[in-house]
């Protein structure tokens, strides 16, 4: 098994399993916490005694070192099972949310990753944006992140958001089709929008994606509740630094990827619902960020037989806000 011909920086670390117990077949990326250049994170893993490696580290020049040879399981990604069959790529990044990268950084990590896949016969790259899809390798997915494993925000907002973009820049070095996302619902391929602008509190924001973390405070130097969103509308109270505060009092979000998060407007803005099955009105209440005895008295007049117990499958419900 081949390391890659790109590498300008070589340290190996004892921090490791050998032989790995898996072929490669999965990409995961993570960000150092730091603006390194190769050799530093090589030299880091080399004499760290955390029992931590990855097999690559992408400096922000774009220098590229060798910290574990592809043949070995790094210690990574806090799962052996992921470590046995993924490279691991520590990459140098800001040490303050959302963790960006540098271009360089960006543009070698792209490089990196495309000549991995070649040697490893990867024909395609494929992100999704469900963690359920990424760690059991659903509908081809073979990119995870260190988040899946652990309650950490590695490999940051900045990374996590260009996921879909990193996977179809690989492909279009690989000359695989334009079709690099997984075929769920959540998955992405797109490159990443930032929202930059809010409204006035309160409003209203559409979150895209099943797994978008609650914290207790505004950064992810705050512990997370271990608890997601799920998909849906919910209500911003309050706005810290590109987080939005649950008017659930749940906790706060991340707001500036647009990716996963869609600002609506005002909380004055009216909209609806269609009932399927399964629905409730307390969960709806709960979802929009109103209450069960405001959305019965907004339908009465159209369903007259609605009650805080009882709606039909099909209706259109308006969902008055607060």
């Known amino acids: 098994m081949s390391n890659s011909s790109l590498v300008t920086y070589t340290n190996i670390t004892q921090q490791k399993t050998s032989p790995r117990t898996h072929a490669i077949d999965t990409i995961t990326i993570h960000c150092v916490v730091g603006q390194w250049t190769a050799k530093q994170i090589c030299d880091y893993f080399a004499n760290t005694d955390r029992n931590a490696s990855c097999n690559y580290g992408v400096g922000k020049d774009g220098s590229i070192g060798l910290c574990v040879d592809e043949a070995d399981r790094s210690w990574c990604s806090s799962n052996a099972a992921n470590d046995h069959r993924a490279v691991t790529i520590e990459t140098a990044s800001d040490t303050s949310t959302p963790y960006a990268v540098t271009d360089a950084a960006y543009n070698a990590l792209i490089k990196l990753v495309a000549d991995i896949c ?26 995870t992140v260190h988040r899946d494993y652990a309650s950490k925000s590695c490999p940051g907002d900045y990374l996590y958001g260009k996921m879909g973009d990193i996977a179809s820049q690989v492909n279009a070095l690989l000359n695989a089709s334009d079709d690099t996302s997984s075929s ?19 409003f209203q924001v559409q979150v895209l994606i099943s797994d978008l973390n609650i914290r207790k405070g505004a950064g ?33 979000i991340y707001l500036e990827n647009a990716s996963y998060v869609k600002i609506l407007g005002t909380t004055s803005t009216t909209i609806t619902h269609t009932v399927v099955k399964g629905d409730t009105l307390s969960a709806l209440a709960s979802k929009y960020g109103t209450t069960v005895a405001k959305i019965v008295a907004a339908n009465k007049s159209k369903y007259s037989t609605i009650t805080a117990s009882y709606i039909v499958v099909g209706w259109v419900l308006t969902i008055p806000q607060s």
């Open 118 to 143: 070649k040697r490893n016969n990867i024909s395609k790259l494929v992100w999704s944006t469900d963690k359920n899809t990424r760690v059991n390798h659903l509908n081809g997915a073979n990119m």
């Open 184 to 202: 769920d619902e959540t998955s992405t391929s797109t490159s990443t929008a930032i929202n930059t602008s809010y409204p006035d509190t309160p």
């Open 220 to 252: 992810t130097n705050y512990a997370t509740t271990g608890k997601y969103t799920g998909k849906g509308v919910f209500t911003i109270t309050e706005v810290d630094d590109g987080w939005g505060k649950l008017k659930s009092g749940a906790g706060w």
